[in-house]
């Protein structure tokens, strides 16, 4: 591949997050999206006429092989995550994985010892990273604006209906709310806090292991805190503030992909002074994320560094240690 050639993607499963971010893929003048890969030819092909896709398969080995494709993008549920990456990467393709890339830290260090090994392409879809207000406050933040950053407080969780979609209740699909969003507060603390040195949690968990709601307290070795509350039966507004010794940033939401953020800098007695940023919207949001990954494929790079797999897997190690010390605690009365 050169660096003017588009990379040509295949996007697996054909559920909600696929059909949301096709979009955003096609509005990346270096990407094609030419295929889709579901486990049935009905929806395959009913995916590929409604996207304009030339290619649609019903084996994830025939997609593997294809010589018409060179990234996939994962897209099915987290526990399908392990075996349908090490499979595309063994057959020599680029991977971007939906979040959280596997269930345990492990797997997705033998991915990346994988991609390496293939000299192909591998990332977690954090694409929270790449969103230009983060990437901004980021900047802001490595440059001391908000001084020692010392408190990050973050939460997100939705009501999930009881039958709504199988992957938040199905305990052999990676169900509840730890996986599916936790995965965010926790990256958001790993990104500007340091190095940890303590976790702690409360939560409830079904005696299935599929986990409703959690707060979660995080120490790191500076003394920096951070406090975490996720659910999947409860609404807590996708939203957050990194506070340091001399100012604030205050995420607008959604958090996940905000839309900008205030910077609150000042001591007291004075009042503070507030400067609101905001920042435009690509497509559903993906776009950036999108860009630096073709980018990093077209160089012949095995990862981001943007969002290493380092620090995908230090983040599912801290989310094994959560759910272990819920497992120890399941509530038989755990509601629904
Ligand atoms: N970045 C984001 O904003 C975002 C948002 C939502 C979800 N996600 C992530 O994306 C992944 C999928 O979430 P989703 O909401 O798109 O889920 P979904 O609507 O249930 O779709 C997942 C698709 O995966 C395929 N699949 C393959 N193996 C499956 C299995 N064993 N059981 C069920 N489906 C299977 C199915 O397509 P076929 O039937 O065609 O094979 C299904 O439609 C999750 O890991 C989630 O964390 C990310």
């Given at each position: ?18 059909r ?6 096609r ?5 094609q ?5 579901s ?6 092909e009913?995916?590929?006429q ?20 060179d ?5 099915t ?12 990467l063994?057959a ?16 997705t ?5 994988l ?5 192909v ?14 990437r ?14 010392r408190?990050?407080q ?11 979609p199988a ?21 958001l ?7 940890l ?12 292991g599929?986990?409703?709601?959690q ?10 805190l ?9 609404l ?5 503030w990194l ?8 995420f ?6 905000p ?20 920042f435009?919207?690509?497509g559903a949001?993906?776009v950036p994320?999108f ?6 494929i077209?160089?012949g ?5 943007l ?25 038989a009365?755990a509601?629904?």
């Amino acid at each position: 591949m050169t660096q003017h050639t588009p990379v040509r993607w295949a996007v697996v499963g054909s559920g909600g997050i696929a059909r949301r971010t096709v979009g955003d893929l096609r509005l990346c003048e270096d990407a094609q999206v030419v295929a889709i890969c579901s486990r049935s030819r009905e929806r395959a092909e009913a995916f590929a006429q409604a996207h304009g896709l030339p290619l649609a398969f019903d084996d994830f080995a025939r997609l593997c092989a294809s010589d018409q494709v060179d990234a996939l993008y994962i897209g099915t549920p987290h526990a399908t995550h392990f075996a349908l990456a090490s499979q595309a990467l063994r057959a020599g393709k680029h991977v971007l994985c939906e979040k959280p890339m596997t269930m345990t830290a492990d797997e997705t260090r033998e991915l990346g010892r994988l991609a390496r090994a293939q000299g192909v392409f591998l990332m977690e879809a954090m694409w929270m990273k790449f969103s230009p207000a983060m990437r901004r406050a980021a900047e802001l933040v490595d440059a001391g604006a908000i001084g020692e950053p010392r408190l990050l407080q973050a939460g997100l969780g939705y009501p999930v209906p009881p039958d709504g979609p199988a992957r938040f209740w199905d305990p052999a699909l990676g169900g509840g709310a730890l996986y599916d969003m936790g995965v965010y507060t926790i990256t958001l603390a790993q990104m500007f806090l340091g190095e940890l040195a303590e976790i702690s949690v409360t939560g409830t968990m079904r005696p299935d292991g599929v986990d409703l709601e959690q707060a979660i307290t995080l120490r790191y070795t500076s003394g920096a805190l951070a406090q975490l509350a996720t659910s999947i039966t409860t609404l807590i507004p996708p939203r957050g503030w990194l506070g340091g010794r001399r100012g604030a940033i205050d995420f607008k939401e959604p958090l996940f992909s905000p839309a900008g953020f205030k910077l609150v800098t000042g001591q007291p007695p004075a009042p503070p002074t507030v400067e609101d940023l905001d920042f435009p919207r690509e497509g559903a949001g993906y776009v950036p994320m999108f860009r630096a990954v073709n980018a990093a494929i077209r160089e012949g790079a095995t990862g981001h560094p943007l969002h290493p797999v380092e620090a995908t897997a230090e983040v599912l190690s801290i989310m094994q240690t959560i759910q272990a010390e819920l497992a120890a605690e399941r509530d038989a009365r755990a509601a629904p």
